[in-house]
């Protein structure tokens, strides 16, 4: 019986194998591919934007009009990241924590701007606020629907970043508050928002980076005017005007701007890590307190107040 079990075969570990994939081939294939697809596309547009010399780049990236492009398309940008940071969040708070009718017919819809052709998107929300409105309201070919449009394709990279977040939060941390006398005010400020600080970060910088390269959703509602063109519709018009370079070199500079907030994402996602890995190794009984500051029995008193 014994030699029949140690002759038995060892079952294989589990796990998918893809065959060449973590090889020299493997890497060499997935290098040609990002290559073909993402690099070479880069260099083109760098090289096509510097074409006639950095002077040239420097006077397009730098023209009046692009500058006017560049502070609408940031601030409106900024405007909309401030908002859906505090309503997406309100958002994913109702999905997580609360009940009630059509609540997954609400999730749903919130992934619908990333569905959604932002093209249609346009078409729609000038339906909703145009000059035909069912409301009354125009607000067509204005900056403010420069803000709408943006808030309505960006709303979902806030609530899906806090989201999880919120759903793998302790609630004994916050029963254990409760259980010291804080207040619901008190326990968001010093235990709930900091951890979702991290993941909100990430959200807003993630649409942060779609506001400041989105075309579609903007390009019929708020139209090609010089008071309304954001960066992407400036480069659509200098292009369908015949100067490629100062639509390259308007495409460089945010081309950069994506990269930097990429680069706050990462610094975001490694923070989020780190605080993380700091409550975990704190978990356990009432310790979790100290994650955001001790709570006194005089913060209890004012809270009760």
């Not at 290098?31 to 510097?50: D, E, Q, R």
């Not at 793998?168 to 619901?184: C, H, I, N, P, Q």
Request: aromatic content about 8%.
């Amino acid at each position: 019986m014994e030699a029949h079990a140690q002759s038995r075969p060892v079952a294989p570990r589990a796990g998918l194998h893809l065959p060449g994939v973590g090889t020299g081939l493997g890497r060499g294939t997935v290098v040609l591919y990002l290559s073909i697809i993402v690099l070479l596309p880069l260099a083109a547009l760098a090289s096509k934007s510097f074409e006639d010399g950095l002077g040239s780049f420097w006077a397009q990236a730098t023209s009046p009009p692009a500058v006017r492009a560049y502070e609408l398309t940031v601030i409106c940008s900024l405007i909309v990241v401030v908002i859906n940071g505090f309503f997406g969040t309100i958002i994913a708070w109702l999905l997580v924590r609360d009940s009630f009718p059509g609540k997954s017919a609400v999730n749903a819809v919130i992934d619908l701007p990333f569905a959604l052709p932002t093209i249609v998107a346009s078409l729609v929300l000038i339906e909703l606020y145009g000059a035909h409105s069912p409301f009354g309201i125009d607000i067509a070919l204005t900056r403010v629907a420069v803000v709408v449009a943006l808030l309505f394709v960006t709303l979902p990279f806030v609530v899906r970043a806090v989201q999880p977040l919120l759903i793998e939060m302790d609630r004994e941390m916050e029963e254990a508050a409760a259980s010291l006398g804080a207040g619901g005010f008190t326990i968001f400020r010093r235990i709930i928002f900091p951890n979702l600080l991290p993941g909100l970060a990430a959200g807003v910088a993630l649409a942060f980076a779609r506001a400041v390269g989105e075309y579609g959703s903007v390009l019929l509602f708020a139209g090609t005017l010089p008071n309304t063109q954001v960066s992407s519709v400036f480069i659509s018009t200098q292009i369908e005007s015949g100067n490629e370079n100062g639509a390259a070199a308007v495409s460089v500079v945010l081309l950069f701007t994506a990269l930097a907030m990429l680069g706050l994402i990462r610094l975001f996602q490694r923070w989020g890590s780190k605080h993380e890995r700091s409550q975990g190794a704190g978990a356990g009984g009432l310790t979790v307190m100290p994650m955001s500051g001790n709570f006194t029995e005089k913060e209890a008193d004012d809270e009760n107040r």
